[in-house]
Nanobody, 120 residues
């Protein structure tokens, strides 16, 4: 059974940092990504990474503040979030894909999400 389990969410003040983790089990993924969904809004892409970690892609609003990485030995992907803003408040989802592109791959496997709340 394939599972993706996120952790690390919580409440943080604006300007603070959080590190999300996503542990995968049951298979490995070429591309892994993070998405988020704020209340009343559609789910949006945050960041993606390929198998080697040498190819990453970020949504424009996250560039310079967020950093995605992975540890293939642990089958885990991370999202380091710095300089958090109130508009970053959302449920953050981890996703896995058999595709190679962190930007264009179809993400078919999803975690349950972890809540991130940024207080202003």
């Amino acid at each position: 059974q394939v599972q993706l389990v996120e952790s690390g969410g919580g409440l943080v003040q604006a300007g603070g940092s959080l590190r999300l983790s996503c542990a995968a089990s049951g298979r490995t993924f070429n591309a892994m990504g993070w998405f988020r969904q704020a209340p009343g809004k559609e789910r949006e892409f945050v960041a993606g990474i390929n198998w080697s970690g040498g190819w990453t892609y970020y949504a424009d609003s996250m560039k310079g503040r967020f950093s995605i990485s992975r540890d293939n030995a642990k089958n885990t992907v991370y999202l380091q979030m710095n300089s958090l803003k109130s508009e970053d408040t959302a449920v953050y989802y981890c996703a896995g894909s058999a595709g190679y592109s962190p930007q264009y791959s179809k993400y078919a496997y999803w975690g349950q999400g972890t809540q991130v709340t940024v207080s202003s």
